[in-house]
C-alpha cells in the first residue's frame, strides 16, 4: 500500500481528493490499481497505447521515476507516488 | 467567474514580469478555491525554456512544480493557477497557451511593454480545451507601504 498524491489539477478525477491509497509492487502497477480505482484519471494518465502521457511527470518520495527505474521503481508500503502535469505556455 | 486577489499580490506579479523582460516571467498562484477562488501568495519560478525561445515561450520544469506543490501544503494552501508575462504582447493567450493550459488552473497574463508592466488579464480554459473564458479580476486591498 502506498500513497497516491495529485496536484490540484488532477483532483477532480480521484473524487476531489489529494490522495488515495494504492497497491501495487511497483509504480506500473500502482498506477494501473490507481486507474482501476479511479478510471475517469486513465485517460489523463495513459494514451491509448498504454503508456504513461508524455506531459505528466511521476516522483517517488519526491524522486523523478526517471532518475530511478522509471514503472519499473519498486514501491514501499509507506511510499508517497506524485503525479504532476508539465506547465509550459507563451 | 471572479479570481480575487490583492494589489500587493498583483505587484509581486508585476515586478517578476517586470525583471523577467524581455523575456517570459512565470510562476504558480497559490490560494484557495472554494466558494469564490482567492490567490494568497505567488510563487515565482525562472522561466526553464532554452535561451533562445524565452522571449516567447515559458516552461516550469516538474522540479520546480513539486517545489511549488509542496509550498503550497506547507502553507495550507492549493495551487490554483499560473501566472506569465507577454513582453511587448498584449495579455491575450496564445493559441500555444491554449495548447499547453489545463482546464481548473487560472492563468494570469501581465502584458509588459518596453519593461512596464501594464495590465493583467485571468483567463480559464474551458472543459473541452476549445477556448479560453475570461474571469474578473478583483482586487481586494491596497498596497502595502
Same mark, same amino acid.
Do not use: C
Given at each position: 500500500m ?8 488532477m ?10 491509497? !494504492? /497497491?501495487?509492487?511497483? !509504480? ?15 485517460? /489523463?494518465?495513459?494514451d491509448s ?5 508524455r /506531459? ?23 511510499d ?11 | ?17 517586470e525583471?523577467?523582460?524581455p523575456?517570459?516571467?512565470?510562476? %504558480? ?9 482567492? #490567490? ?12 533562445a525561445?524565452?522571449h516567447?515561450?515559458?516552461?516550469i ?6 517545489k ?5 501544503d506547507?502553507?495550507?494552501l492549493?495551487?490554483?493557477?499560473? %501566472? ?11 493559441? %500555444?497557451?491554449r ?5 481548473? %488552473?487560472?492563468?494570469?497574463?501581465t502584458? #509588459? ?6 495590465e ?9 480545451r476549445?477556448?479560453f #473564458? ?12
Open positions: 502506498a500513497v497516491l498524491k495529485v496536484g490540484a489539477l483532483r477532480y478525477y480521484i473524487n476531489n481528493q489529494p490522495q488515495a491509497v !494504492v /497497491h501495487g509492487a511497483t !509504480v506500473l502497477e500502482a498506477l494501473q490499481d490507481a486507474v482501476t480505482r479511479y478510471p475517469a484519471l486513465k485517460f /489523463h494518465v495513459f497505447n498504454g503508456k504513461i502521457r /506531459h505528466i511527470n511521476i516522483f517517488v518520495n519526491s524522486q523523478n521515476i526517471r532518475d530511478l527505474k522509471g514503472l519499473k521503481t519498486k514501491i514501499n508500503e509507506d508517497q507516488i506524485m503525479l504532476l502535469a508539465s506547465i509550459s505556455g507563451g | 467567474m471572479t479570481l480575487r486577489l490583492s494589489k500587493d499580490v498583483l505587484s509581486q506579479i508585476h515586478l517578476h514580469g525583471q523577467a523582460y523575456e517570459e516571467g512565470a510562476g %504558480f498562484l497559490l490560494g484557495a478555491d472554494e466558494a469564490e477562488r482567492v #490567490v494568497q501568495a505567488i510563487f515565482p519560478l525562472s522561466n526553464s525554456r532554452e535561451d525561445a524565452r516567447n515561450r515559458y516552461l520544469t516538474p522540479q520546480d512544480y513539486l511549488a506543490e509542496m509550498e503550497a506547507r502553507l495550507n492549493s495551487l490554483i493557477g499560473v %501566472f506569465h508575462s507577454h513582453p511587448d504582447h498584449p495579455n491575450r493567450p496564445s493559441e %500555444f497557451d495548447e499547453w493550459a489545463q482546464p481548473f %488552473f487560472s492563468y494570469i497574463i502584458s #509588459v511593454q518596453s519593461g512596464k508592466a501594464v493583467s488579464r485571468s483567463w480559464r480554459l474551458i472543459e473541452d476549445s477556448q #473564458v475570461e474571469e474578473k479580476i478583483h482586487i481586494t486591498s491596497p498596497v502595502s507601504p
